[in-house]
């Protein structure tokens, strides 16, 4: 049966980072935003307390809402929505997919993919996913 016959393999299926994987990030935002305020004694000025905080928002946005990982009938990719950049790796291609995580990651119920190139290119990294265990065994599922 072909990807073509089986409706199941194919489709493209998005992934996209989670939420609660930025907790750390949102808790930095909150310490740069209000800790010079509450605590002048620090000797940071409240002025680069708010510029770190939006530098800090600015990476949360672009590693939340500009990038996307996908499974697609030719292999699994990671996009990037600003920049136009996509890296690849072919069914035929497709090594290892480990889940990694943290204590902090476990606590949140979110993890990271690394998927591995048999060929001996880079390999993809895929961060915050609400169920990286799932996405794994979807993968291997349409790798077979």
Same mark, same amino acid.
Request: a positive charge; aromatic letters at 12%; one cysteine or more.
């Given at each position: 049966?072909?990807?073509?016959?089986?409706?199941?393999?194919?489709?493209?299926?998005?992934?996209?980072?989670?939420?609660?994987?930025?907790?750390?990030?949102?808790?930095?935002?909150? =310490?740069?935003?209000?800790?010079?305020?509450?605590?002048?004694?620090?000797?940071?000025?409240?002025?680069?307390? =708010?510029?770190?905080?939006?530098?800090?928002?600015?990476?949360?946005?672009?590693?939340?809402?500009?990038?996307?990982?996908?499974?697609?009938?030719?292999?699994?990719?990671?996009?990037?929505?600003?920049?136009?950049? %996509?890296?690849?790796?072919?069914? /035929?291609?497709?090594? /290892?997919?480990?889940? %990694? %995580?943290?204590?902090?990651?476990?606590?949140?119920?979110?993890?990271?993919?690394?998927?591995?190139?048999?060929?001996?290119?880079?390999?993809?990294?895929?961060?915050?996913?609400?169920?990286?265990?799932?996405?794994? /065994?979807? =993968? /291997?599922?349409?790798?077979?």
């Amino acid at each position: 049966m072909t990807d073509k016959e089986n409706p199941d393999t194919a489709s493209t299926q998005v992934f996209r980072p989670c939420g609660r994987a930025f907790f750390l990030h949102y808790f930095a935002m909150a =310490i740069c935003f209000f800790g010079p305020s509450i605590n002048p004694q620090v000797g940071l000025p409240v002025w680069a307390g =708010i510029v770190l905080g939006l530098l800090i928002l600015a990476a949360v946005v672009y590693m939340r809402w500009g990038q996307e990982y996908q499974v697609t009938p030719q292999g699994v990719s990671k996009v990037w929505r600003w920049g136009d950049r %996509r890296e690849e790796i072919p069914w /035929e291609n497709l090594g /290892e997919v480990l889940v %990694r %995580r943290g204590l902090t990651q476990s606590i949140l119920r979110v993890g990271n993919l690394l998927i591995r190139d048999k060929s001996g290119g880079p390999g993809l990294f895929w961060f915050g996913l609400a169920d990286p265990k799932a996405v794994k /065994e979807m =993968i /291997e599922a349409r790798n077979r």
